[in-house]
């Protein structure tokens, strides 16, 4: 989904507290216990799915009956809604789908988010991205950037839609020269940078731009290390 691992995006470090269970306890009221789940290696972690049994997998955020052991695949257009006026979680494909759902759930999980959003390509991401940014406002971005994002940044310039100033983002005091606190709405970082794999300190860039610009997200392009090497939520992006 992207922004960015090519084809996900995720958003937003989680802070849900642990799961709680009650239990009943001998001769004393029922008490509530913290149950810590298991925490698995990466490797379990990106072909483990944590089904659970129940009407719906509070992992996944599907319904699944039959309880597949591997997600299943829907590849219906439409659904059948409950009544006349619809309200089915799923209505059309494109809007929604529950494999697509499984995926972005399983991908919040590995990216350590709130949310990730599924779309066809990394640039449909970053396209997505910049239309956070109100019109007129400015962002922040790398000069050592992905040929398709600056090309993408370039073309919204060139029509007025936002302003863009292009710094060395591995200087600290470049990133902010440019920061303004109204009209600074997106820094968006690469770290590795493409193509001459130049190093970003992600989390001295978030705290920069966190304290002084409240209202810009911080974007990392993290195609290079994935989130197998490179956590960027955990480092405080954004997105």
């Not at 001769?27 to 990466?42: A, D, F, L, M």
């Not at 490797?43 to 997998?57: N, P, R, W, Y």
């Not at 759930?105 to 779309?119: D, G, M």
Request: glycine share 6%; net charge negative.
């Amino acid at each position: 989904m992207a922004p960015i691992n090519t084809t996900t995006a995720a958003a937003g470090a989680s802070s849900a507290p642990p799961a709680t269970i009650e239990v009943d306890q001998p001769g004393s009221p029922q008490q509530e216990q913290t149950y810590q789940k298991p925490q698995y290696h990466p490797a379990t972690q990106l072909v483990h799915f944590e089904s659970i049994t129940g009407d719906k997998d509070e992992i996944l955020g599907i319904r699944d009956p039959y309880r597949a052991a591997a997600v299943p695949l829907y590849q219906a257009a439409t659904f059948r809604q409950p009544s006349a006026e619809g309200s089915g979680e799923y209505d059309y494909t494109r809007s929604g789908n529950p494999t697509r759902t499984a995926v972005e759930n399983h991908l919040a999980k590995l990216f350590k988010a709130e949310w990730a959003f599924v779309v066809s390509t990394g640039m449909t991401a970053l396209d997505a991205l910049l239309k956070l940014v109100p019109a007129g406002g400015h962002i922040i971005a790398g000069t050592d950037i992905y040929g398709g994002t600056n090309r993408l940044v370039t073309f919204y310039q060139k029509q007025g839609y936002l302003e863009a100033h292009h710094v060395d983002t591995t200087d600290i005091e470049s990133v902010r020269a440019k920061l303004d606190p109204v009209k600074t709405r997106l820094v968006l970082l690469e770290t590795p940078t493409n193509p001459l794999i130049k190093v970003v300190d992600v989390r001295a860039i978030c705290d920069l731009v966190h304290a002084k610009c409240p209202n810009a997200l911080v974007v990392v392009d993290n195609t290079m290390m994935s989130p197998y090497l490179q956590n960027c939520l955990d480092l405080g992006a954004d997105i």
